[in-house]
């Protein structure tokens, strides 16, 4: 036997046991286990129907997507299905935990299925950019209808067993413990019976229901056409289905290969795969001892109830943990607990929490005045004004009345956190939480790691992003961190190409194209003129826009003007302040086509996170890709700045560069990083 593979045999039943950690994905040891076993059970005579089941947390997850873009070693997954579906003698799966991807579709090639009562099943293959590869387009159809199988497979949202069970995914649903007795009294029954072996291929009634109705897959891409904007696998996944409907069995498996393997080879599905193992490695920190053990953090506490505070609150108290949230402005915090109370009551009528719920969430929040309330708090994050002064007095304030042993943090989003640990006589338990507006919400949490930040104050802050259901990102101390510095040049460059005449709307229309979700300038005109500006001594078109009252969608409009109930239109009146700026500035007009505007957006912001590596700020290159998509929303599909660097090609953007370099001086210059990986053919994402 193989090491992954164990065969038992009992009353004429052979069990297939595979078990290979952590969640036995279909990589090649698997795929010689299963072969190897089915040729032994199949030449054993004493067998008369076999079991396949998984040792560990699950039965299998998938196929093992690290092996995807590589040679394949034999036996393939679909040689190992085809073994098991001409199977003469039946082939039972028994699911536990979740069975995914080419897992569910292995299942599918199985005679019958029994599944655990805590299982689930499902083909996520779209969150990486690809389509079930493994007959699963042309199968769950037959099985579910067109409209489920499009749901399940476009959306990607797994079914759970009692649900499995009523579409007709398996044949029976087990108390878990009782999964291995209940498959072998299955399989007992099936031999008994000696029926014919059922065959999902040759199942037509679904499909031709679905024939008469080519509505389906219309409606289908029109409801869910904002969701798929950018993605390239879900109109793959229709066209497989649509073929599932409309072929015969055999040439739709064709068919779902073109598909699978024009995904595969695309840049989408590139940058989604890389995603997958980016989120996985964020909270790898090397040289970190396992054996450092959290900070007990049981309860909270947040100072300032401002913009950032009343959403960190939000995140807590939604995770259970009871905070104690201050401000010395009582009036500020009393518009902030009735916004609260107000968010968990739109969640309890949008049917996301139960009242009972809401109530409870709220009851975990006290608010008051005087920051003694947090003697006995085991965490505080501070999310005062973003002024040194102010926090480091406040630091040294916490430092006398929150008790030994607890966690400090804040919230800066520019600071140095080692100024402000430095306030403190234990710099040691002083972190950086450093969250994204609105807090409750965006899925980002910075972690800044201070010089004097200690190994249990940092395993702490990952144990808290994990509980808050946030992607943790390890930042040193720098200007800005790591997101919002890789980001500063986009907006810089956006403010810069409005003085070499290129409207807003134009530069936010390439951004929307590349896939963000809106514009540098929709999104100031969003957040706030004033929030934004940070060098207000400076006359710019952002401080006069200011000057004039301006001040984006809340007040007179920005760079947009909003007439009542239509779309922002592009704005005469900030046109003309653009136009006097840039003829004090006097710099030649820039004649860019699309691509050479993007290009100019975004290679700053390569270059800036090349830097971010090169100063050790960022653990890795796929921390930085994070940040932006968790904390930016840079489209998943493109896969951040570095991979997005990779497929463009690091020397398109160290041409663009050198050019804006010569043109404005040494702050363009590409980083000595990319340089060096241009001329290696090193790729900057795998740094
Ligand atoms: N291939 C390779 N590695 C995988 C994997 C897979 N399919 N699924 C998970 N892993 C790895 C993870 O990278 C992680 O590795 P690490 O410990 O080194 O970081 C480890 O397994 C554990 O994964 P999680 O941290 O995600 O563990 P959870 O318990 O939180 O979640 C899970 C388990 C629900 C199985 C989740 O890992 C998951 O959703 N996996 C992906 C499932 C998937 O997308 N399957 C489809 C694959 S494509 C396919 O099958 C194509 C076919 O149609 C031909
Ligand atoms: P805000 O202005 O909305 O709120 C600050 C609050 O702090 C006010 O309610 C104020 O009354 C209170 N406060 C000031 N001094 C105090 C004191 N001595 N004691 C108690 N309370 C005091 O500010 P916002 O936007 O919430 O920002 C807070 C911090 O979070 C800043 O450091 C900011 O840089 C950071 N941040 C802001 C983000 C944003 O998008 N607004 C995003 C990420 C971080």
């Avoid at 797994?158 to 999964?179: N, Q, Y």
């Amino acid at each position: 036997m193989t090491e992954v593979l164990q065969i038992e045999k009992q009353a004429g039943v052979g069990h297939i046991i595979i078990d290979s950690p952590p969640v036995n994905a279909l990589g090649y040891a698997v795929r010689k286990g299963l072969d190897d076993g089915m040729d032994a059970l199949l030449a054993d005579d004493t067998v008369k129907a076999i079991i396949i089941r998984c040792d560990g947390r699950t039965f299998f997850a998938g196929a093992d997507i690290s092996e995807f873009g590589k040679p394949v070693r034999k036996p393939d997954l679909h040689g190992v299905l085809a073994k098991i579906e001409f199977s003469a003698k039946p082939v039972i799966a028994a699911l536990h935990g979740t069975a995914l991807g080419g897992g569910m579709e292995l299942a599918l090639h199985c005679h019958y299925r029994v599944a655990a009562d805590t299982a689930a099943m499902g083909l996520p293959e779209v969150h990486l950019g690809l389509l079930p590869g493994a007959a699963g387009t042309q199968r769950l159809p037959r099985i579910v209808g067109a409209r489920k199988a499009l749901d399940m497979m476009a959306l990607g949202a797994p079914v759970r067993a009692d649900e499995a069970l009523s579409l007709g995914l398996v044949d029976e649903v087990i108390a878990t413990d009782d999964l291995v007795a209940s498959a072998q009294r299955f399989a007992e029954t099936v031999i008994a019976k000696a029926a014919p072996l059922p065959d999902i291929r040759t199942r037509q009634d679904k499909v031709e229901a679905d024939r008469a109705d080519p509505e389906i897959f219309s409606a289908f891409r029109a409801r869910h056409a904002r969701r798929f904007k950018g993605f390239k696998a879900p109109e793959n996944i229709i066209k497989a289905v649509e073929a599932a409907i409309s072929l015969p069995y055999a040439q739709g498996v064709e068919r779902e290969a073109e598909l699978f393997v024009e995904l595969l080879e695309s840049k989408e599905s590139e940058a989604q795969r890389h995603v997958f193992f980016a989120e996985r490695a964020t909270s790898k920190i090397p040289g970190l001892d396992k054996s450092v053990q959290p900070m007990p953090v049981a309860t909270t506490g947040v100072l300032g109830a401002g913009t950032m505070g009343r959403g960190i609150t939000l995140a807590l108290s939604a995770a259970g943990y009871p905070v104690t949230i201050v401000d010395s402005n009582a009036e500020a915090l009393d518009r902030t607990m009735g916004i609260i109370r107000k968010t968990c009551e739109g969640a309890v009528a949008k049917g996301r929490m139960s009242p009972e719920k809401a109530e409870a969430q709220i009851a975990r929040i006290t608010p008051a005045t005087d920051a003694k309330a947090f003697a006995d708090c085991d965490l505080v994050i501070e999310a005062v004004f973003e002024d040194m002064d102010l926090k480091t007095s406040i630091f040294s304030t916490l430092d006398t009345i929150v008790k030994p042993g607890a966690l400090l943090a804040s919230n800066t989003s520019f600071l140095d956190l080692d100024k402000i640990a430095a306030a403190t006589k234990r710099p040691q338990d002083v972190i950086g939480l450093h969250f994204f507006s609105p807090a409750n919400i965006m899925p980002l949490l910075e972690i800044v790691r201070g010089d004097k930040t200690s190994d249990a104050a940092l395993v702490t802050a990952l144990g808290l992003a994990k509980r808050l259901r946030k992607t943790p990102v390890v930042s040193g101390v720098c200007d800005g961190f790591i997101a919002n510095r890789a980001m500063a040049p986009r907006m810089a460059e956006a403010d810069r190409l409005i003085l070499e005449g290129i409207s807003p709307a134009d530069i936010d229309r390439v951004c929307l194209n590349y896939g963000f979700p809106m514009g540098p300038f929709q999104m100031i005109d969003l957040v706030g003129l004033d929030v934004i500006g940070r060098n207000a001594n400076e006359k710019t078109v952002r401080s006069e826009l200011v000057r004039m009252g301006r001040l984006g969608q809340k007040q007179k409009g920005g760079y947009y003007d909003y007439p009542a109930a239509s779309a922002p239109t592009p704005s005469p009146e900030a046109a003309a302040v653009i136009a006097e700026i840039a003829a004090e500035a006097g710099l030649s007009q820039a004649d860019l086509d699309d691509d050479g505007l993007l290009m100019r957006l975004l290679s700053p912001v390569v270059n800036e996170g090349a830097r971010i590596l090169e100063e050790g700020m960022a653990l890795r290159a796929s921390d930085i890709d994070i940040a932006l998509i968790k904390g930016y929303n840079w489209p998943i599909y493109k896969g951040g700045p570095m991979l997005w660097a990779d497929q463009v090609g690091l020397g398109r953007i160290i041409d663009t560069l050198n050019a804006m370099a010569a043109d404005r001086g040494p702050a363009f210059t590409p980083s000595p990083l990319l340089v060096r990986l241009q001329a290696e053919g090193g790729r900057l994402s795998e740094q």
